[in-house]
């Protein structure tokens, strides 16, 4: 192929790869960007195959076939709620991936022609070894942050003293290699960087709470994603400089998103010790002081539903927790054969990651023209009836609205308590993943209904049926 | 051969020995100036990458934010996905013909590149497979 | 001067010659190759040009797609004003120092594209400038 | 300067372009927006007369001091009413400037590197041809469309036997000057080329009638965009390439929004022979059939509106020809200040150009947030009293929904009827630009407020004082 040809189907995968990011702005067109990106990706390998340095097909084959295999059955089996550590598991793998990159150009850089074995280019000693260093962030984070979500290790945060000052000191240590790098080109200051930014994946996320871990996930995505740019440019490659663009926004847009809807700033979640095993201990019953919250039974959010007109219904971590997805679409089911209108309101942050529960109500088989988001929704509580609040607590406390020392002052709130009666179906009075208490609970038109939230959702269509 | 004759043929030869070195400065500053072209070529090439780039910061940023928020999860799973396109950088040091720790490194790249292509791609579509409409 | 050694300096010229010759030849070598290095940049030009217009035109696409209705006039007032980077090749045409029939038209190109730069920014700062929220 | 630094500076110039574009998403950003396009401007110029090739600069400075005092004075003097002729007229300058620029390229070629008299590139003759003819058509195309707006030639659109088959004939002379250009560089052949540029620029516009050149100078607008992006290609200009394609975009989306607007195809409206005078020639009184619309007088206007909760006001070109932006604010003002709710609709192709009546409203010193887009406002009219439709016609009339075979099917409407009472503000009875007459008149909750928009509101507001 020419190096002209060789060019323009690059430029052709990028063009499908932005094509396929284009298509997610509606579910119509989404599986055809998903398609678009597969056709990306294909010519983007194939290009590659025909570089003319590219003569020994075995390895490459296996390669692909092993890893092809993992990834089919992983993704065939992988249940929806997992979504968040299996997000994170196939991160840690492209920072892996990224870290062998790195380790075969310092030792064989004539494939790349960037130099030769000692004597690589200094524009790109430099990009190879912060794409190294990123690379290795990236995996040993993304494993912290896999083994938190995927509850392997405590979500508590772990903080120690002069924690701060350790991963300084070793930031420091990691740019004065990559400096001495730049000098001499010996194995050893090569491995070295390696092993330090391993280090230094795993000590920046230790400290960070378990379930700030998808803000984490998207920012070690985004930096992957300008550590591709980078690598684009030692090898002059327009394909990897535009999807390391697209990913790296991608990725700082997520964690944006994620951090407005908590109203705390990136720096906050990164500084860590927030965000621990509040949540994920939510069977512990919480300090209800002496206000009251009043308690209720299946057959009681029955035959206030029945008698709705407009019901409206809030998911939340609990129901991803519980797998109520479909007892709940169920439930609807028969609400909307009664002749009562049923909305879902969907909270920014509702859940774990950014629109874990439109997938999960999809899965339940949901349509998503029932689905709404916060600003679209919110004025609607005002006429419904019911509000159904199932494993959502943080995302309707009105603390946020009026107590502007809490720590989710600020953070924008579905006005749940506008409506008719509240139903809050939790398994205990215990507070959400911001560890603030819900004074919702004790507000006259709110009805408790304990229990698991699927348990409870089953027994309310019972009760209707 | 007479002295005269001699004499006239080395002239002749001292002549076109200068004629040659004339043309060998001509064509050294030729090739000079040449290398100076490819230079400003080069240069010329750091900048369009640059460009590209600065326009796909753009582009990213206005393709993602219009990205529906419920859709944010198959974002998450399809940027992994074609992140994966560090696979190119895989497939270069696994392509040549011997042996060596390189090739095998190039190998480990691409097994683990190839995970998460597959893997981010059919799990996208099996989300995305479940987004419906109301009939 | 005897003849060998007129003979002799002849040889050594010849020789020379030769070698110059051989120098040339690898000269003309190293300046093609140095072309052909050129042409190969040059193609990488057209398309890294080429990609840049890809981008662009999405950049374009999202960027105007976003601005809000109730700006479209000055939208079209400024769009007007920027096309006028033309004047990059009016200024250009004007530029030499000899003057000429070309330099002539540059100067007109010039004078046009100014109107509609000024022009085109001050009416647009005007409209902008009426645009006030409720106090 | 180095040929690195000029390249980021045209890059630089090129981002604050974009920036420019950016910052006009809201009215808050959009005049940070245009000093950024200013500077953008700055930096381009400035950079090429930094190019060693630029020598003499007496001719550049005496072009930029008379051509900007030029453009200054008539960017200060415009009335807002005549923006649509002001935009068609710059746009024939930067038409006329690409084809100087051609002319100029074309006899020094040296200049711009692209080879010598005679023997310019084949790549270069090309585009350079290309650029020619199309800023040949731009300018003569946007003279047409300026004298039609501005009423120097009657709006009526000009048309005559095999006017398609001379078009279609110039055409192919055209594709073949450009070829034969190709083959041998005369001056003669690519003279005729500018000629019939020019001619053909012309044929095409006059059988177009006067409203519909909003669509055919943001068309044109578009064309010569993409041909500033193929000078930028000959150059070897990304300024050149990205402001171009920017441009470009720009004016078929406009294009694309107008026709839409209209439900009218781009083709269909480069047939021509639509939309005349009838808009114009508004003053004649129409065939009214026998149905009977109510007449009122500014009296019964300002009863109905003082009485009302809530009023919507539906602006129209013939606010823009009237001039009356001014006294409908100040009536606004009196009600407002006796509690009436006002709020403004805008139909995305009132008036004739996007984003028209939003330009005069704001120069009413009508606040942006009181102005809403058709789709933001629509569902509104059926909670307002009163609808007052200020020389506004097609935009309200409800036979787009009605009659399929009507000129006007299928454009989205505003639905004035829902409301308690429409006020029509008009002269006569007569249609507007569709020339389709409007049922709504013989309505009901109809009343007919005839005179000049401007005088019928001021003697309003003389009856609410
Ligand atoms: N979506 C994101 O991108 C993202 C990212 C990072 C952080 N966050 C944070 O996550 C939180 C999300 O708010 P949220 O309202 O969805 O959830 P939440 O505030 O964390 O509350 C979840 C509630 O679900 C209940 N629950 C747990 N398991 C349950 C089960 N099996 N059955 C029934 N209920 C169960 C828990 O109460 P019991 O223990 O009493 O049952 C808990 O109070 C926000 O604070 C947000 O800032 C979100
Ligand atoms: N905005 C754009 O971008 C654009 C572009 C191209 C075409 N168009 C077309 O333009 C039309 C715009 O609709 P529109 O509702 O705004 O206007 P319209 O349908 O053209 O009606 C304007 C009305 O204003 C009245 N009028 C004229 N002068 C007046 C004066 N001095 N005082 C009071 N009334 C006066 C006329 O009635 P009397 O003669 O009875 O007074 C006429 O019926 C649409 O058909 C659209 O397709 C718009």
């Known amino acids: ?465 | 051969m007479n002295s005269a004759a001699i004499q006239e043929q080395s002239a002749t030869l001292a002549t076109n020995a200068a004629k040659l070195a004339e043309e060998v400065e001509k064509l050294a500053q030729d090739a000079s100036q040449l290398i100076d072209v490819q230079t400003a070529a080069a240069t010329m090439d750091f900048l369009s990458l640059f460009t590209i780039f600065v326009l796909a910061c753009f582009v990213g940023f206005y393709v993602v934010w219009s990205v529906t928020p419920a859709l944010h999860s198959p974002l998450m799973a399809v940027t992994n996905a074609i992140s994966s396109v560090i696979i190119v950088g895989g497939l270069l040091a696994a392509g040549p013909a011997d042996m060596d720790f390189s090739k095998v490194m190039g190998f480990c790249a691409v097994t683990l590149a190839s995970v998460n292509i597959f893997g981010g791609f059919i799990v996208t579509q099996r989300m995305l497979g479940m987004f419906k409409k109301k009939k």
Chains 1, 4 share one sequence.
Request: aromatic share 8%; charged share 10%.
């Open chain 1, 1 to 465: 192929m020419s190096a002209q040809l060789t060019g323009f189907a690059y430029l052709a995968s990028s063009v499908l790869f932005i094509m396929a990011l284009k298509g997610l702005s509606s579910p119509e067109t989404a599986r055809q960007g998903n398609r678009y990106g597969i056709i990306g990706m294909v010519i983007a390998i194939g290009t590659t195959l025909a570089d003319p340095s590219v003569v020994s097909f075995e390895l490459i084959i296996a390669g692909l076939v092993i890893g092809g295999a993992a990834g089919t059955i992983i993704a065939k089996k992988i249940e929806m709620t997992a979504l968040p550590q299996l997000v994170a598991a196939f991160h840690s793998l492209v920072g892996l991936a990224a870290v062998f990159v790195g380790i075969g150009a310092f030792y064989n850089p004539e494939a790349y022609g960037i130099g030769t074995f000692g004597a690589i280019n200094t524009g790109s000693i430099i990009e190879l070894s912060l794409g190294l260093a990123i690379g290795a962030i990236t995996f040993s984070g993304s494993i912290i942050a896999f083994a938190k979500l995927q509850g392997l290790m405590s979500g508590n945060p772990i903080t120690f003293k002069f924690q701060h000052m350790l991963n300084a000191i070793i930031a420091a240590c990691i740019v004065m290699l990559v400096i001495t790098l730049v000098g001499g080109q010996t194995e050893g200051v090569f491995w070295s960087l390696a092993i330090l930014s391993f280090a230094i994946g795993f000590l920046i996320i230790v400290p960070i709470g378990g379930a700030d871990m998808p803000v984490v996930v998207s920012m070690l995505n985004s930096y992957s994603g300008w550590a591709a740019a980078g690598i684009g440019f030692t090898l002059s490659n327009p394909a990897l400089i535009i999807t390391g663009a697209l990913v790296g926004s991608s990725g700082a847009i997520l964690s944006y998103i994620m951090c407005k809807g908590m109203n705390r700033s990136i720096v906050n979640v990164l500084l860590g010790g927030f965000g621990g095993d509040t949540a994920a201990a939510g069977g512990a019953s919480a300090d209800t002081g002496d206000k009251n919250a009043k308690a209720g039974a299946a057959a009681d959010a029955a035959f206030l539903m029945q008698n709705a007109s407009k019901v409206i219904i809030v998911p939340g971590y609990g129901m991803a927790v519980a797998q109520a997805q479909h007892a709940l679409r169920e439930m609807c089911d028969i609400l909307k054969a009664e002749g009562v209108e049923v909305a879902y309101a969907i909270h920014p942050v509702a859940g774990r990651m950014p629109g874990h529960m439109n997938v999960l109500l999809a899965e339940g088989n949901v349509p998503y023209d029932e689905v709404f988001e916060l600003e679209e929704i919110n004025h609607e509580f005002a006429t419904a009836d019911v509000a159904y609040v199932i494993g959502a607590n943080d995302t309707t406390n009105p603390v946020a609205k009026t107590d502007p020392s809490s720590p989710i002052a600020g953070m924008p709130i579905l006005d749940v308590e506008k409506a008719g009666t509240v139903l809050f179906v939790k398994r205990s009075l215990s507070p959400g993943y911001a560890g603030v208490d819900n004074p919702l609970f004790y507000s006259d038109n709110t009805l408790m209904l304990y229990g698991d939230a699927k348990k409870m959702t089953e027994e309310i269509v019972q009760a209707l049926g």
